[in-house]
T-cell receptor, first 116, second 108 residues
Framework: GAVVSQHPSWVICKSGTSVKIECRSL??????MFWYRQFPKQSLMLMAT?????????EQGVEKDKFLINHASLTLSTLTVTSAHPEDSSFYIC????????????FGPGTRLTVL | DAKTTQPPSMDCAEGRAANLPCNHS???????VYWYRQIHSQGPQYIIH???NNETNEMASLIITEDRKSSTLILPHATLRDTAVYYC?????????FGAGTRLTVKP
């Protein structure tokens, strides 16, 4: 299957700082990428849908000014958590859609963010 | 609101078939049934998907009822490495929204 990578795999930061997470589709072009958040012992929650070259579409309740998404190329989307606080500590997962006849969606390995 | 209903947990003996049910009684005609699994602290892994016909691949089989209101994922010979949370998702546009899933524990 197609490969999606995330960087970094884990990050620890101080409260009030910003953190950028990268999501890359390694062997295919992804016109659409998705960002999810997962708290301990909970399911994945869709945060936003990112389309290459256009503004991201955020789910209800997700602050677009806090979670900045940029999808500048067909293989890269970034999520920046601005002014992070301890309650933003979570597992952030991206996915990318392959397009084509099957339009499958593949997930990255996730990034664990801890805000102190 | 969840579109699917799955049992919260199931156990299976190693080497036996694991049959994971999913109810999706409000599924629309253009919605596919997808199955993913998530092993602890990893990203979800695609398993299989189908529209109305039964499907099989190297990982699993998917059985969809004729009325499409429910489906069953079958892992034919479960191993300890199949211990994971299994998610059943219905979607028409590949916008995957996850429910609570079924935590499958494969026991020796």
């Amino acid at each position: 299957g197609a490969v999606v990578s995330q960087h970094p795999s884990w990050v620890i930061c101080k409260s009030g700082t910003s953190v950028k997470i990268e999501c890359r589709s390694l062997d295919f072009q992804a016109t659409t990428m998705f960002w999810y958040r997962q708290f301990p012992k909970q399911s994945l929650m869709l945060m936003a849908t990112s389309n290459e070259g256009s503004k991201a579409t955020y789910e209800q309740g997700v602050e677009k000014d806090k979670f900045l998404i940029n999808h500048a190329s067909l293989t890269l989307s970034t999520l920046t958590v601005t002014s992070a606080h301890p309650e933003d500590s979570s597992f952030y997962i991206c996915s990318a859609r392959t397009g084509g006849p099957y339009n499958e969606q593949f997930f990255g390995p996730g990034t664990r963010l801890t805000v102190l | 609101d969840a579109k699917t209903t799955q049992p919260p947990s199931m156990d299976c003996a190693e080497g036996r078939a694991a049959n994971l049910p999913c109810n999706h009684s409000t599924i629309s005609g253009n919605e596919y049934v997808y199955w993913y699994r998530q092993i602890h602290s990893q990203g979800p892994q695609y398993i299989i998907h189908g529209l109305k016909n039964n499907e099989t691949n190297e990982m699993a089989s998917l059985i969809i009822t004729e009325d499409r209101k429910s489906s069953t994922l079958i892992l034919p010979h479960a191993t300890l490495r199949d211990t994971a949370v299994y998610y059943c998702i219905v979607s028409s546009n590949n916008d995957m929204r996850f429910g609570a899933g079924t935590r499958l524990t494969v026991k020796p």
